[in-house]
C-alpha cells in the first residue's frame, strides 16, 4: 500500500470517528438544546455522510464504472421508496 492511499485511508478513518463523536453530541450534549427530532435530523444526515464516504472508499466504488455507481443509487433509491410505502401502509 503507497503512503498516499494509506493517508487517504487514514483521513476517512478520522472522518467516520468524527462523524460517530457528532452523533453522540447530538444527542447527549445538554448545552445546544437540540429537539429530539433535530438531534435525529442531524444524526441522519451524518448517517448518510458516513455511508457514502464507506462505499466510496472502503467499497472502492468511487473508482468504479459510473453506470456501477447508478445502479447502486437507483438501489438505494427504491429501498427509500419502499421504506417509505410500508410507513404508509402501517398508519
Given at each position: 500500500m503507497s503512503d498516499d492511499s494509506l493517508k487517504l485511508y487514514t483521513a476517512i478513518y478520522v472522518?467516520?470517528?468524527v462523524a460517530a463523536t457528532l452523533?453522540?453530541?447530538l444527542f447527549e450534549a445538554e448545552?445546544?438544546?437540540f429537539t429530539y427530532a433535530q438531534a435525529l435530523g442531524g444524526t441522519l444526515v451524518i448517517a448518510t455522510?458516513?455511508?457514502l464516504l464507506i462505499v466510496?472508499?472502503?467499497q472502492h466504488l468511487r473508482w468504479e464504472n459510473r453506470s456501477l455507481?447508478?445502479?447502486m443509487a437507483?438501489?438505494?433509491a427504491l429501498t427509500m421508496l419502499?421504506?417509505?410505502a410500508a410507513t404508509y401502509s402501517i398508519s
Open positions: 472522518a467516520l470517528l452523533n453522540f453530541v448545552f445546544l438544546n455522510v458516513k455511508t466510496a472508499y472502503f455507481s447508478y445502479v437507483l438501489a438505494l419502499l421504506m417509505a
